[in-house]
């Protein structure tokens, strides 16, 4: 081995009497951001930056508890039961680390879907703005697992191996390794990856409106089941393949969007075209207030 990633020696930072997670403040940094990058995007093709923020707020809160009921639910064993390694009270312990992606992706974009009807703002446009923010917030997120020192992969002696205390490789079911594969390391690199690829696709190319968001639930599709199969916390398999819960619904995600975002830049059909014509609509009519 001729070098290793280090683990940090502590998760928290203590400023006086206060104790901060890193894992918090990277997932607030994060989500800062993200606000920024959306609120921008939206606000370029004419929609209202300021109603946009309302709706982000609670499209973030239903997020992470829609994130967190996620990972408890897949996770109860670790709070309840003979061998339980933590308390009940601590499925609110966010800070700790333990949120389900997709389940706080699916709660807050139900949630902004909702709110953004509900005030006869443009949809497509707001998730096109947020196809590049997320990932970007992700990928800033991902420093929390490293902090905390999970979510890593397989062990493995390459050169950027991670180096974890011996109590996180044992959680791992790993006792006696002590590298392993920056599983979060990659998923930080490959979402800044998608970033690069839909910001080039924009130029490239006219998108319909809704297509960003196709494209970047496509390549993370790939980026989720890939890393996924090196991944080594409690989740469920399906059929004996080592294909986990969270590797078969980034699989299921490719295969939709991908068909969908096919069929719509080819003229094969655009399950999207109602929603698309009444966001026009919307932008025409807030281009003839403003003008």
């Given at each position: 081995?001729?070098?290793?990633?280090?683990?940090p020696?502590?998760?928290t930072l203590?400023?006086?009497?206060?104790?901060l997670?890193?894992?918090?403040?990277?997932i607030?940094?994060?989500?800062?951001l993200?606000?920024?990058?959306?609120?921008?995007r939206?606000?370029?093709v004419?929609g209202?930056?300021e109603l946009?923020?309302r709706?982000m707020?609670?499209?973030?809160?239903?997020?992470?508890l829609?994130g967190?009921?996620g990972?408890?639910?897949t996770?109860?064993?670790r709070?309840?039961?003979a061998?339980?390694?933590?308390?009940?009270?601590?499925m609110?312990?966010?800070?700790?680390?333990?949120?389900?992606?997709f389940g706080g992706?699916?709660?807050?974009a139900?949630t902004?879907?909702?709110?953004l009807r509900?005030?006869s703002?443009?949809?497509?446009?707001?998730?096109d703005?947020?196809?590049v923010?997320?990932?970007t917030?992700?990928?800033i997120g991902r420093?929390?697992n490293?902090?905390?020192?999970?979510l890593?992969?397989?062990?493995?002696?390459?050169?950027w191996g991670?180096?974890?205390?011996?109590?996180?490789?044992a959680?791992?079911g790993f006792p006696?390794?002590?590298t392993?594969?920056?599983?979060?390391?990659?998923e930080?690199?490959?979402?800044?990856v998608?970033?690069?690829?839909i910001?080039?696709?924009?130029?490239?190319?006219e998108?319909?409106?809704?297509?960003s968001?196709l494209?970047?639930?496509s390549?993370?599709?790939?980026?989720r089941?890939?890393?996924?199969?090196?991944?080594?916390?409690?989740?469920?398999?399906?059929?004996?393949?080592?294909i986990?819960?969270?590797?078969l619904?980034a699989l299921?995600?490719?295969?939709?969007?991908?068909?969908?975002?096919?069929r719509?830049e080819?003229?094969r059909?655009?399950?999207l075209?109602g929603?698309a014509?009444?966001?026009?609509?919307?932008?025409?009519?807030?281009?003839?207030?403003?003008g």
């Amino acid at each position: 081995m001729l070098a290793a990633i280090p683990s940090p020696p502590d998760a928290t930072l203590h400023l006086g009497p206060l104790e901060l997670h890193y894992y918090g403040i990277v997932i607030a940094i994060g989500v800062a951001l993200a606000f920024t990058i959306t609120r921008r995007r939206y606000e370029a093709v004419g929609g209202d930056g300021e109603l946009l923020d309302r709706v982000m707020v609670w499209a973030v809160l239903v997020g992470f508890l829609g994130g967190r009921i996620g990972y408890v639910a897949t996770h109860l064993d670790r709070f309840f039961g003979a061998e339980a390694t933590l308390a009940p009270w601590q499925m609110i312990a966010i800070w700790e680390g333990g949120l389900a992606f997709f389940g706080g992706i699916a709660f807050g974009a139900i949630t902004a879907l909702v709110l953004l009807r509900r005030l006869s703002m443009p949809v497509l446009p707001f998730f096109d703005a947020a196809a590049v923010a997320v990932p970007t917030a992700q990928a800033i997120g991902r420093l929390g697992n490293w902090f905390n020192q999970e979510l890593f992969g397989t062990p493995t002696d390459l050169p950027w191996g991670l180096s974890v205390s011996p109590q996180a490789a044992a959680r791992a079911g790993f006792p006696n390794a002590t590298t392993f594969h920056p599983t979060f390391l990659y998923e930080l690199l490959l979402n800044l990856v998608a970033v690069a690829i839909i910001l080039w696709a924009e130029k490239r190319r006219e998108w319909k409106t809704g297509s960003s968001l196709l494209l970047y639930l496509s390549l993370y599709g790939v980026i989720r089941f890939l890393t996924e199969l090196l991944r080594t916390d409690d989740q469920i398999e399906w059929f004996g393949l080592g294909i986990r819960n969270n590797g078969l619904i980034a699989l299921l995600v490719l295969i939709v969007s991908s068909i969908v975002l096919y069929r719509r830049e080819t003229g094969r059909g655009d399950p999207l075209a109602g929603l698309a014509a009444r966001d026009e609509a919307l932008l025409a009519a807030e281009t003839t207030d403003l003008g």
